[in-house]
């Protein structure tokens, strides 16, 4: 079973009410929860933005590199969350890594909105809703479209990140 994350871009990367790319800093603590990710997990991005605006964001954040696709308006016909576009991505995936079955691919897929979410879960993918603008409830959510919840990305990498430390070490195996 390959492991795989994808990331929404806006409102889960990085929060800001209006967007500037002016204001918008880069974060040493975002940058060490992603280099915390084992390098074994492929990290891919799934934007409703285009592919410019996707790409100067992660320079921005100084990231970039630890992606190894962005899907974006640019290239999907369908936006999320139609299923089309989570079907593109988990066919653009399985080429990239040399995945033949989709019952060998996991993905856990961080998105603000909660409707996106409806659209991965559609396709079996595990969901972590970052929940910064609606009431936060905590960790693991009983939502039957999200299986995780978190106020902000640095959260929800943090903790998986340590539950991932803690099960690899106990049974050399992926909790997530």
Known sequence: MVLIYVFDIDDTLYEMETFSYDDLEFSQRLKNNIN???DYIPKYI???AGYMHANNVLEKL????DFKLIFSSTSMSKLKPHPASYKYAINTIMENEKIHDSRDIN???FDDLFGNLVGAKYYNWRTCWINKFKEYSGGLTKKKHAD???KDINEALEYINKMNDKVCNFNHKQLI
């Open 36 to 38: 915390n990710i084992p």
């Open 46 to 48: 799934l934007t409703n």
């Open 62 to 65: 100084n990231i970039k590199d």
């Open 107 to 109: 993905i856990l897929f």
């Open 148 to 150: 995780y919840e978190f």
